[in-house]
């Protein structure tokens, strides 16, 4: 069962950092692109950064690139996202999610039960 | 960025009933879409994958179509259990882009 468990989420002053770790088992996870979404509290869903299965190809939105840094160790089975200078409006749930097939790369078919992330003095 | 909207923004139906909510996109985006539902404090499930293929388990009341820049998701008879916010969701071009979202609920 492929499973995704993201941690490392909490309470961040503004210009702060934060690493979200998301570990993942249940499948061969060097073998998939990764992405991150977030969610503002009561709002719809915003895509922030994708990583390809080998590291080689990196994206990110133009809200968060510069201040946002996603990285994965294939070997520790185990996807980060880096945040610094963090606003208010960073403030979301952030799920981590699987690709559906290694050739479908953004079709995201399993997630993570999300970490909230909260940015405030 | 390519933009999803999606429409209604929200929708009051009976159980039963035949349900349909339409995205448009900004640009063609061949059949690169795709269809979640998010429930209340959950994360998001893929529902359907590019525009018209049903995930595995996903139960066969619900259904997808379109191609281009238009798309339907239809939810053939409505289910207590479906009462949940949905997404439509381009992947032809980065950054992938979300529509705002229709909240589904029970007459």
């Known amino acids: 069962e492929v499973q995704l468990v993201e941690s490392g989420g909490g309470l961040v002053e503004p210009g702060g950092s934060l690493r979200l770790s998301c570990a993942a088992s249940g499948f061969t996870f060097s073998t998939y692109s990764m992405n991150w979404v977030r969610q503002a509290p009561g709002k719809g869903l915003e895509w922030v950064s994708s990583?390809?299965?080998?590291?080689?190809?990196?994206y990110y939105a133009d809200s968060v690139r510069g201040r946002f840094t996603i990285s994965r160790d294939n070997a520790k089975n185990s996807l980060y996202l880096r945040l610094s200078s963090l606003r208010a409006e960073d403030t979301a749930v952030y799920y981590c999610?699987?690709?559906?097939?290694?050739?479908?790369?953004?079709?995201?078919?399993?997630w993570g039960q999300g970490a909230l992330v909260t940015v405030s003095s | 960025d390519i933009q999803m909207t999606q429409s209604p923004s929200s929708l009051s139906a009976s159980g039963g009933d035949r349900v349909t909510i339409t995205c448009q996109a900004s640009?063609?985006?061949?059949?690169?879409l795709n269809w979640y539902q998010q429930k209340p404090g959950k994360a998001p499930k893929l529902l359907i994958y590019?525009?018209?293929n049903l995930e595995t388990g996903v139960p066969s009341r619900f259904s997808g179509s379109g191609s281009g820049t238009d798309f339907t998701f239809t939810i053939s008879s409505l289910q207590p259990e479906d009462i949940a916010t949905y997404y439509c969701?381009?992947?032809?071009?980065?950054?992938?882009?979300f529509g705002q979202g229709t909240k589904l609920e029970i007459k």
């Open positions: 640009q063609d985006i061949s059949n690169y």
């Open positions: 999610a699987r690709v559906l097939t290694m050739g479908n790369s953004g079709s995201l078919a399993y």
């Open positions: 990583i390809s299965s080998s590291s080689s190809y990196i």
């Open positions: 969701q381009q992947y032809d071009n980065l950054p992938y882009t």
């Open positions: 590019d525009a018209s």
